[in-house]
Each structure stands twice: as structure tokens, then as C-alpha cells.
């Protein structure tokens, strides 16, 4: 029996790691796309942020360690994430030229960037910029003593996790109920109509964008720093993931963060299968195993996009003159 | 003055003008990036670039087109999909499991005379690429889930599904952790190595290019006239301007997504035999659990043509030509990365660009109009 509670104490413990980033950087592109921007460029935003941040840490982390460095490499992700994401602002809103060409070549601009800098500004010229992880919290005080909830959530865990999900009931709050956020959804349903109310549908789009590029910056970081000890100038899919993870959500926060859960687990369960009891005794091997989150999102995902429907005006370029 | 006007307000004057600014921006930008690196080099870096595959003589010129073949391919398969509103970023999974296909019949139909096997094996890569482009197309017509994000779950379930297939049959050579070699079933060079080589010494050095190009060429051919000169082709097309109008119009949208996600699907997977049926000491399919880039280089190509068969082949081309300079230029300790930054910055401002061309096409148009009136005052 305490077998079984360990295991599913480490299983929600790792799920954490996988779906927390994909939860941040889908509800970035959640803000986006229902403003009225696709960005398909989340991935090469994660990219900029994770290295910016990771570069940070690589330089700082001489000096501090800790928890006081991860919070102000978080501030680096997702500033300079929210500056990359200006360039796909401007691109689908003032340009309003299509929304995947620019997102594409943010993805094709993002790696390529990541390595020349690091090739040129470290002093061994390699491409990876290496960082040591001092920010791991074996257990918070006091919280991490509760039973069940204790190992569930408080130990072996990272402060970003928390932060994940205080910007999950921020986004569901400011999305719901804020004049922001009912404005931000007319945009990206009827921009037309909401510019006849007097609002500035480019303004609020840029808003959308930015707070995408800021999350999407946050996520990259979020990504690498538990699961790796260096960054090498990719997030191996998890933008497109996250995209995913958007669409399987419907575009809402709530069912975003289930989305992400889902996958996480599965995605868990199905690299840790070796250890676990039944599981590890089963003939199946691990590349068979890597395809069942896949698999079963798929499964999922046919019985329950009858209904899906983007924002209506998600992809479309808000041209004042038009009728 | 009136054909300059016809000319300047064209649509193919204006996609090939914002073409070439874009393409200038781009090369400015890598010649900033060349500077900051090295000053004294920057200039001649900046015409290695410019030089493209030339810079390798007629060899070089051969790889160029070997490498323009699968970012033809990929860029057709998506180009083919946006034609209908579809976003098939799918094509990584569909060119992985084409070519495993390709290699599984390569390995195990050699009872099928030497002349004919790359044939089979390559048709074989295009149905299993066309199998794996059905799946997001049946989600999509039957059950609306939005493709893109069945497309990004079917790449992954190709990638280990075949990384899985690779270790459980026997194309897989353990020692080096990838396929067997399939020279039996190589595409066919076509005599293309006796025109693109160079000379070292008595030994003449020639390129990896072979028929695949020309099958490329011909299929983008096909894909034009299937686009441009048929009522399925208009049909396609229908459904990606306005699906509700189609079906209004008599037009089965279902069929046409799914007809649309085979066709993408069978062009990826074309790619990934054409990439893989490879002499000794080609290509070979590495299990490693990476998504296979090519697919989403198609991404890019697709984009650069507008989505136009006969545009995609320049722009492959292009990529494939600039690339290729990318290489070279890696002998003045220059980074190839450069060249995806030039190419990213390139597809940034087409965007602009086609902003310029609408300029340009309104602009003559109200010239044109404003003189009708003139005209006609005039008649009064």
C-alpha cells in the first residue's frame, strides 16, 4: 500500500515538470488567439526566452543561486520573450499580413539566433550555455508536512510550478472578469463590433500578443531548467505541444489546464513505465509507450471536438476600412 | 505607357518584386550579422553567400538540386494544404513514415527485378505518406478536430511508431543505430552525375543529385495543372476560400478535406523515398527520438511560393541555392546558422512585401480608373 502512494506521489511530482510549461505557454497563446492572433510562434518564443534566461543564469550564477536568481531569470524569460513576440505583433496587426508566415519565420529566426549568439558571446564558443540547477525545493516549510497534499504538491518541486498556477487563476480572472478580458474576447470574435463600442482593436490585440510572448518566453525557461543542465537552443516540440494543448482546451483557461494535466500524466506515466509495478511487467516496449499520450489525445480528442470552435476572427487581420 | 501599367499591376510582376526586395533585406541583414562577426571577411562571405551552390562548380550546383528535392516535395505537400485552408504541419510524421515504408519494401521485395524496385519501393513510401496524411484529414471531415493539432500527434506517433518498426524488422543496423543501406532500390540518377560534377585530378567528383529532382519537378507540374485546370482542383480550392459557400454550392467539403490531407500527406511521404532510397553512403533513417526537420522545412517553401506549385519549385530551389552558400561559407569560419536567420528575415518581409505589391495593384488600378473618367469627361 505505501508503495503504491510513493508512486503516485513521484508520478504527480514529474507530471508537474511536463504539463506547468505547457499549461503557461498555452494560456500565452490562449491570450493571443482569442484577441484575434494566431501564433503558431510559440515555439521560437520559448526558444528566446529559455536562452535569454538560461544565458542569464549562465553569467549570474557566480553571485547568487537560488530562488532570488530563478525569480529574476523569470523576469529575463518573459520580458524578452514579449519583446520577440513584438516582431509578430506588428507583422499581423499593423501589417496584417498572414499570421502563419510571420510566426513561421519567428520559429526558423528563434534557433539559429540561439546558437550564433552563444557561439559568440561564450568564451568556449559552443552552442550550449550550461547552468547549474540550485533551485530545486526538496521541501517547502510547513506545507510540505501535510499529508497527501504535502508530497503531492510541496516536495521535490520548483517555485515556478506555483507561479504556473497563480498565472492560471490570473489569466481565467483577467480573461472572465476584466473590461480587459471581455474586450480582448470581442476582438477576437467580432473586431468590427468592438471597434464600434470605441474599442481600440490594434491596442488590444498588441496586448494579446504581448502577454502570449511574455507567458510563451516563461514557459521556455519553466521547460529547461527541471529537466535539463544545459540549454541547447531547442525546446524539442514543446511550443507546438502547447498548441495543442490550446486547441485540445477549446481555447478556454480552465480546460486548458486539464488539457495539460492529461497530457502530462500520460506523458509521465509513459516514460517512468519501467518503474512502476504492472506496468514495467508488460511486453511493451518504451518506443511503444512514448506513442500512448499521443495516441490517447487523439482518442480523446474525437469525442470531444464535435463543438470546437475557434475565435471567429482568430487568424484574420483587422483592416478598419473593410466591410 | 498602358503595357508598363498591364505589367506593373500583374500579379506575377508584384509576387516576383516583393520576392526580390524581401530577398535583398534578407542578404542585407546577413551582411550586418557577417560584419559584427568578422569585419574583414564580411564581404566575402557576403558573395559566398550570394554565390550560393556556384561556389562549388557544376558539383556544387548538383547538390543544390539534390537538396531543393525533398524541401520541393515537403513545400508542395503544405503549399497543397493551404490551397484548401488547411494547415498540414503534419508533414515531418508523413515523410518519416513514407520513407520507412520505402526502405521496408527496398529490404524485403528484392524478388522485384533491380530496374523496377525504386519504383515499387517509392510508390510504397507515397501510400504509406498518404495513409498517415488520411488520419488529421478524417478527424478533421469527420469529427472536427482541428488539424493541426491531429497533425502534430501523428508526427509523433510516426516518429516512434517507425523508430519502433526499425528495431523490431530487419532494416535496422544495430551497430550504427539506423537503416540498412538500400542501394538496390536507389532512385535512379538519369545521367544527371555525368553533367553535375567537378574534376579532382583524373577523378571526377560528382554530386548526390539524381532523377529525384526531375520527379519533383514533375509532380509540381501535375500539382499546378491538378490546381489550376480541373474541376477537383477548383473544388479544393472553393473549400479553402469559404467552406460554408462550397457546401452551399453543391460541393462535398468532407471529401474535399480528406482528398486534400491524402494528396499533402502522399507528397511527404514521396519526399521522405525520394530522401531515403539512397546509394551507399546516402541517407539513412537515425532512431533517434527527433522530429524529422525536413517535414517543417516544407513550412517555409510553401510560404516563399505563396502556396503556388510552380513558385515552390523557385523557392525551394532558393533555399536549397542559399543553403548551399551557408556551406561554403563554413570555410571562413562563419556559422551556417547565418543562412536560417537570412532565410527567417527573408520570409519576415515577404510578408511586408505583399503589403508593397497591394500598394502597387490599388495604385494602378485607381490610375486606371481615374483616366477611364478622364476618357469619358472627355467623350461628353
New interface residues.
Given amino acids: 500500500m505505501n508503495d503504491w502512494l510513493g508512486v503516485i506521489y513521484f508520478l504527480v511530482q514529474q507530471m508537474w515538470l511536463f504539463s506547468i510549461p505547457l499549461l503557461i505557454v498555452a494560456l500565452g497563446g490562449m491570450f493571443s488567439e482569442r484577441s484575434g492572433v494566431v501564433n503558431i510562434a510559440l515555439e521560437g518564443i520559448m526558444v528566446v526566452g529559455a536562452f535569454c534566461a538560461i544565458f542569464f543564469i549562465n553569467q549570474t550564477q557566480a553571485y547568487m543561486s537560488g530562488q532570488g536568481l530563478l525569480l529574476l531569470a523569470v523576469l529575463v524569460a518573459a520580458g524578452s520573450g514579449a519583446l520577440f513576440s513584438l516582431l509578430h505583433a506588428y507583422a499581423a496587426i499593423n501589417l496584417r499580413s498572414d499570421q502563419t508566415i510571420s510566426g513561421t519565420a519567428l520559429n526558423m529566426a528563434a534557433p539559429a539566433t540561439a546558437i550564433y549568439v552563444a557561439r559568440m558571446l561564450q568564451a568556449n564558443h559552443v552552442q550550449q550555455v550550461a547552468f547549474t540547477n540550485t533551485f530545486r525545493i526538496f521541501k517547502v516549510p510547513l506545507l510540505g508536512d501535510i499529508p497527501v497534499l504535502g508530497p503531492l504538491l510541496f516536495q521535490n518541486t520548483y517555485i515556478t510550478t506555483f507561479l504556473g498556477l497563480l498565472i492560471l487563476a490570473g489569466a481565467a480572472f483577467v480573461l472572465y472578469k476584466t473590461r480587459f478580458g471581455l474586450r480582448l474576447r470581442a476582438c477576437g470574435e467580432h473586431p468590427q463590433a468592438a471597434d464600434s463600442m470605441g474599442v481600440n482593436v490594434y491596442r488590444v490585440r498588441y496586448a494579446g500578443v504581448l502577454i502570449s510572448g511574455a507567458l510563451a518566453g516563461l514557459g521556455g525557461l519553466v521547460f529547461v531548467v527541471p529537466t535539463s543542465t544545459d540549454f541547447n537552443a531547442t525546446v524539442a516540440g514543446y511550443g507546438f505541444l502547447a498548441l495543442a494543448v490550446l486547441i485540445f482546451g477549446q481555447w478556454r483557461p480552465l480546460r486548458i489546464f486539464l488539457a495539460a494535466l492529461f497530457f502530462g500524466l500520460m506523458k509521465t506515466i509513459t516514460s517512468a513505465y519501467s518503474g512502476l509495478p504492472v506496468l514495467k511487467d508488460l511486453p511493451i516496449t518504451s518506443d511503444v509507450y512514448k506513442m500512448i499520450p499521443y495516441i490517447t489525445t487523439l482518442i480523446v480528442l474525437a469525442f470531444t471536438s464535435k463543438n470546437s470552435q475557434a475565435p471567429r476572427a482568430s487568424g484574420v487581420p483587422y483592416d478598419r476600412g473593410s466591410r | 505607357m498602358r503595357r508598363i501599367q498591364r505589367l506593373l499591376g500583374s500579379a506575377g510582376f508584384g509576387s516576383a518584386l516583393s520576392s526580390v526586395v524581401a530577398i535583398l533585406v534578407g542578404l542585407a541583414v546577413g551582411f550586418i550579422?557577417l560584419l559584427?562577426?568578422n569585419p574583414r571577411q564580411a564581404v566575402a562571405g557576403l558573395g559566398t553567400i550570394a554565390a550560393g551552390g556556384f561556389s562549388g562548380g557544376m558539383k556544387g550546383v548538383g547538390q543544390v538540386l539534390y537538396f531543393a528535392t525533398p524541401l520541393i516535395m515537403t513545400g508542395l505537400s503544405v503549399g497543397f494544404a493551404f490551397k484548401t485552408g488547411l494547415?498540414n504541419?503534419g508533414a515531418s510524421g508523413q515523410l518519416i513514415v513514407g520513407a520507412f515504408t520505402g526502405i521496408y519494401v527496398a529490404t524485403n521485395m528484392q524478388w522485384i527485378p533491380g530496374p523496377l524496385l525504386w519504383l515499387v519501393a517509392l510508390l510504397a513510401a507515397a501510400a504509406a505518406g498518404a495513409v498517415w496524411g488520411a488520419i488529421p484529414g478524417l478527424?478533421k471531415a469527420l469529427?472536427?478536430?482541428?488539424e493541426?493539432?491531429?497533425c502534430?500527434?501523428?508526427n509523433?506517433?510516426g516518429m516512434?511508431?517507425v523508430?519502433?518498426l526499425i528495431?523490431?524488422s530487419n532494416t535496422y543496423d544495430s551497430l550504427k543505430n539506423q537503416t540498412v543501406d538500400v542501394a538496390q532500390a536507389a532512385i535512379p540518377k538519369w545521367g544527371l552525375d555525368k553533367i553535375f560534377f567537378t574534376m579532382k585530378g583524373k577523378y571526377a567528383d560528382a554530386a548526390s543529385v539524381n532523377g529525384g529532382i526531375l520527379i519533383a519537378l514533375a509532380l509540381a507540374a501535375l500539382m499546378y495543372i491538378v490546381l489550376n485546370k480541373t474541376t477537383f482542383g477548383y473544388e479544393l480550392k472553393a473549400c479553402g476560400f469559404n467552406r460554408s459557400a462550397s457546401r452551399y454550392a453543391g460541393i462535398n467539403e468532407k471529401r474535399s478535406i480528406l482528398f486534400s490531407m491524402v494528396i499533402a500527406g502522399t507528397l511527404a511521404g514521396a519526399a521522405g523515398g525520394l530522401m531515403y532510397l539512397a546509394p551507399a553512403g546516402g541517407q539513412h533513417i537515425t532512431v533517434v527520438?527527433v522530429?524529422s526537420a525536413q517535414g517543417f522545412n516544407g513550412?517555409?517553401v510553401a510560404?516563399l511560393g505563396l502556396s503556388n506549385p510552380i513558385g515552390i519549385i523557385f523557392s525551394g530551389l532558393f533555399v536549397a541555392y542559399i543553403s548551399q552558400g551557408g556551406y561554403y561559407l563554413q570555410r571562413m569560419d562563419y556559422?551556417p546558422?547565418?543562412i536560417?536567420?537570412i532565410?527567417?528575415?527573408i520570409?519576415?518581409f515577404?510578408?511586408?512585401a505583399?503589403?508593397v505589391k497591394n500598394l502597387i495593384a490599388s495604385g494602378t488600378k485607381k490610375l486606371a480608373i481615374s483616366r477611364e473618367q478622364a476618357a469619358e469627361e472627355a467623350d461628353k
Avoid at chain 2, 469529427?143 to 482541428?146: A, R
Fill in positions: 550579422i559584427i562577426s494547415f504541419i478527424f469529427l472536427n478536430v482541428h493541426v493539432i491531429a502534430i500527434m501523428c509523433y506517433i516512434y511508431g523508430n519502433f528495431k523490431n527520438e522530429l513550412i517555409p510560404l556559422m546558422e547565418i536560417d536567420i532565410i527567417a528575415v520570409i519576415y515577404s510578408a511586408f505583399l503589403l
